[in-house]
């Protein structure tokens, strides 16, 4: 070979080298190539503080005075929502000295957050403090990705102004790895105007089963031809558990038998619930995807009653004001049991993170009451300090005296690890139940089977 | 003449390693930058891609779960067995790509011959059609479920002003799954009539010219030529539209999540759930081995066949 080709080569293995490590080098300045925020939708740090400085400072794993940074991720919802974190970060900070925030928003829906904490968890950046939803309580606590609480709730002086049910929901198998902070309750709302126009006292909501049915019936509007104009009340059709859920825990049934860890929801009483549900769906239900909150019918006025979370309650008047007057809010209904669904955050710890302490003391002023009722004002979200509990009723009679028995009785997603396998089959039994594709008790019947042979078979 | 009981066969061995190595390094030698430009190449393809399919294929023999990792041997392909959403998905997943690719494929050649005739305004047709395909498949999903909306989309307010009863388009098992496939059918046939246009362009004219004089008129110039001389456009269409097809996701997750009653899930969108909703990566590694065998025996088909019409 001539020189000059080995020339040619060397120059050319040069050129190769420099741009495979231009392309592997990293774009941040302080090399901060850890940073959470790298790949997140939205971030902001609240005290702007270097996320080199803080990582650096996080392995040292110091509960001192030093300055450390906690990363704390929590899912976006709307503008309001995110200001607020954001702005309670930055309170945080100005209450002590050494502690930094790092807020990055998530994006709503939990597949989206699965894939980013999946992100996070592979590439060893998992957040310290985590807004997780009920459902991660069981597919991701069952994976240990949450550090145990019980230590700091034994020691949390203000632990037992907290609602039973914000502890307990935190559960992993006897195990506290949350402290619930968001009850997100499904009310049931109505239009007293189209009560009015049926015939039926606006001030006169459904209070069972049977009442809910007849109202539905009368309050369900055809045209000439025999399509829905409007229909009496929301059965939603697809991924509607939150939904249904309440149903057959008011008719009795425990779903899943959460101790054994199996699934018992072909039962009688979840069988009498379905039927009641295909009967409403029946009676000329609009169809719609219960996760798609645009998509209510409620919401552009074509049901008179369904089911809405105190946020979705909240923008729905945001946006047409002129309905305040017009909306009215039913109770629990009352059944077997008195039981609603109520959805929830939790405040968690990653189990990875270095900055334990430092963490809890992020969660312990997000829970004080000033941040609570802070929360209550600006977001709507239902208090869960017993301490609190008059204040807020007074606040708002009207719907808040209904919002603390939602809350109260509220029950959310079964906590298991194979609740995301648990929905797959609970949904197709009640999508064929209420569009009459099977009877609801064979449906339940052929759900509880399969999912009983795949958790066998997959693993 | 030696007698092959006399043949030292290590040494012959040896000797035809050592004549190997020395024809490497010859070629080596020839062209060092040559090699080096395309190393880049090979390099992404290497970690990028096949180092991705090893670990998968490894994965696949393991009950990984994002936390914990057994080695379970086969049984993630047995499992494959009993779970009736792969079959479903399976089935599902054929469907779409079947009619996706036969109504991309027909119409857009089609439509490729009429729009290869120059009349005013043709280019902006042309531009018309293949805009879709440039649109990210979640921005169209998303303009189509809104399209496919039940009470005020513009598909049931169309049926509606014509008298017809609305429909229940992605709401109805019946109806979500062609209503998916006319998405894609909407989306894909743009770019199929660009390379058909393509190809229809590189057609010599004698050869109608010569059909013509002979008497053959338009439609029997265009089964005995146009077809005949498309044929390698065809097949690339059809091998990377099956390749595509099979790997339909973002449609499904957006405008159905698979539903409803599962009439619209299909193999990537299981692949999907197993691995990163429920966590079952292990499982889900077999079931895109499974998808990519499939996929590669399909091609594979499709190759033998477009070499067995070549040599006819």
């Known amino acids: ?459 | 003449m030696e007698r092959a009981a006399d043949i030292d066969i290590p040494a012959v061995r040896s000797a035809g390693a050592e004549a190997v190595v020395r024809r490497r390094k010859r070629r080596l030698d020839a062209d060092p930058i040559g090699y080096l430009l395309i190393l880049p190449f090979y390099l992404f393809l290497l970690l990028f891609v096949l180092a991705p399919i090893g670990y998968n294929l490894f994965l696949s023999f393991t009950n990984y779960n994002l936390d914990t990792m057994h080695g379970v041997g086969i049984n993630n392909y047995k499992a494959l067995f009993y779970d009736r959403f792969f079959g479903i998905a399976l089935k599902n997943t054929a469907i779409y790509a079947f009619f996706t690719l036969v109504l991309t494929v027909a119409f857009g050649q089609i439509l490729a011959v009429f729009l290869n005739y120059k009349w005013g305004g043709i280019k902006w047709v042309r531009m018309s059609f293949f805009s879709p395909y440039v649109i990210s498949m979640v921005a169209a999903s998303m303009i189509w479920l809104w399209i496919y909306e039940p009470s005020h989309g513009v598909a049931n307010t169309l049926l509606e002003a014509i008298g017809l009863n609305k429909v229940q388009w992605l709401q109805d098992t019946k109806w979500a799954m062609p209503a998916v496939i006319f998405t894609g059918f909407w989306k894909f046939l743009g770019y199929n009539v660009v390379i058909f246009l393509a190809g229809l362009q590189g057609i010599s004219r004698d050869l109608y010219e010569a059909a013509a004089v002979d008497g053959a008129g338009g439609f029997r110039q265009y089964l005995k030529i146009t077809i005949p001389q498309l044929m390698p456009v065809t097949f690339f269409l059809i091998v990377t539209g099956l390749i595509n097809n099979f790997n339909v996701f973002e449609q499904i997750q957006i405008m159905t999540g698979g539903g409803p009653l599962n009439s619209t899930t299909t193999l990537v969108h299981q692949i999907y759930n197993r691995a990163f909703q429920e966590f079952l990566i292990g499982y889900a590694a077999a079931m895109s081995i499974v998808l990519l065998f499939l996929v590669a025996l399909l091609t594979a088909a499709n190759f033998w066949y477009g070499s067995r019409s070549h040599e006819s």
Request: proline share 6%.
């Open chain 1, 1 to 459: 070979m001539t020189k000059k080709t080995w020339l040619g080569s060397a120059v050319s293995l040069t050129l190769l080298a420099s741009l495979l490590a231009a392309c592997g080098a990293n774009g941040s300045p302080n090399g901060n190539s850890n940073s959470p925020n790298a790949g997140s939708d939205n971030a902001a740090t609240a005290g702007g503080t270097s996320g080199a400085a803080a990582n650096a400072d996080a392995s040292k794993n110091e509960p001192s005075e030093k300055p450390v940074t906690i990363n704390f991720w929590f899912p976006g919802e709307s503008q309001v929502l995110e200001d607020y974190f954001i702005n309670a970060a930055k309170e945080f900070e100005a209450s002590q000295s050494h502690i930094k925030v790092n807020v990055t928003v998530l994006p709503s829906g939990a597949d989206e957050i699965d894939a980013k904490l999946n992100a996070a968890k592979l590439s060893g950046t998992y957040p310290d403090v985590f807004s997780a939803y009920l459902i991660f309580m069981g597919t991701r606590g069952a994976l240990n990705e949450f550090a145990d609480l019980g230590g700091y709730l034994d020691k949390w002086e203000d632990k037992s102004d907290i609602q039973e049910s914000a502890l307990d929901l935190g559960k992993y198998q006897g195990k506290s790895i949350g402290v619930g902070y968001f009850p997100a309750p499904e009310i049931m709302t109505y239009r007293k105007d189209f009560f009015t126009e049926a015939g039926l006292d606006p001030e006169k909501p459904p209070t069972n089963w049977e009442e809910l049915k007849a109202d539905a019936e009368k309050l369900t509007v055809k045209d000439d031809k025999g399509n829905i104009v409007r229909a009496g009340v929301d059965v939603p059709l697809n991924n509607a558990s939150p939904f249904f859920e309440a149903f057959m825990r008011q008719n009795g049934s425990p779903i899943i038998d959460e101790e054994k860890g199996v699934p018992a929801f072909a039962d009688q009483a979840s069988t009498e619930a379905f039927e009641y549900l295909t009967d409403l769906y029946q009676l000329g239900a609009i169809p719609y995807d219960y996760q798609k909150k645009d998509t209510v019918p409620f919401v552009s006025g074509k049901s008179a009653i369904s089911y809405l979370t105190p946020a979705a309650i909240s923008n729905l008047l945001k946006d047409k004001p002129d309905l305040k007057d017009k909306i009215g809010f039913g109770p629990v209904l009352e059944r077997k049991n008195h039981v609603a669904f109520t959805g929830y955050r939790l405040f968690t710890i990653g189990s990875t993170s270095k900055l334990k302490d430092e963490s809890w003391a992020f969660i312990t002023f997000m829970m004080s009451k000033d941040q609570m009722w802070k929360r209550y004002k600006q977001l709507q979200i239902p208090i869960v300090r017993k301490s609190l509990e008059d204040q807020f009723i007074a606040a708002n009679p009207a719907i808040n005296s209904v919002l603390i028995d939602y809350v109260k009785s509220g029950k959310g997603k079964p906590v298991t690890p194979f609740t995301t396998r648990y929905n797959k089959y609970i949904h197709q039994a009640y999508e064929e139940s209420v569009t009459k594709a099977k009877p609801a008790a064979q449906a339940l019947q052929d759900a509880q089977d399969a999912l009983i042979q795949e958790l066998k078979t997959i693993k």
